[in-house]
């Protein structure tokens, strides 16, 4: 469950991160609106932002397709436990349309908070649902 995770994950993350660097930077605010949207949806993202999906989708192409079982489960875990870090610092941060708030040069708004919570809500139960269907030890 973990690598079929991985491998849509991957796909989804890379996509993700290619095409942040297309909407621009939020960093940027013009008319008291900060950049790095896509089509009304206020994003907010960041070139470093960017780079954390772009991260996260390599190490997810990893456990997808090249890992061992046993490390695809533990990447997958690890990748489900910073996006859940990310969900939870961003709705105590709660970016505002203005892209006023940010830690670290990474804005938090509704709709990257609502993605990281379910992407990494999905990742943790992919993982650990791995662990009953590990086989028993030979003794």
């Given at each position: ?10 796909v989804?993350f ?6 942040g ?8 605010v013009?008319?008291?609106q ?11 993202l960041t ?18 397709w ?5 490390v ?39 709709a990257?908070n609502?993605?990281?919570l ?9 993982a650990?649902?791995?662990?009953s269907e ?6």
């Amino acid at each position: 469950m973990a690598r079929a995770y991985a491998q849509l994950a991957a796909v989804v993350f890379l996509i993700v991160g290619f095409a942040g660097f297309f909407t621009g930077d939020a960093g940027r605010v013009t008319g008291g609106q900060a950049g790095g949207n896509f089509d009304g949806v206020a994003l907010h993202l960041t070139y470093l932002h960017d780079v954390v999906h772009l991260v996260i989708g390599a190490a997810l192409v990893y456990a997808g397709w090249f890992a061992k079982e046993r490390v695809a489960r533990t990447t997958v875990l690890g990748v489900a436990a910073l996006l859940l870090l990310l969900a939870i610092v961003g709705f105590a941060i709660n970016d505002d349309d203005a892209g006023t708030r940010s830690v670290v040069t990474l804005h938090f708004p509704a709709a990257v908070n609502i993605f990281h919570l379910i992407a990494g809500t999905l990742a943790a139960l992919c993982a650990l649902g791995d662990l009953s269907e590990a086989e028993p030890a030979i003794p």
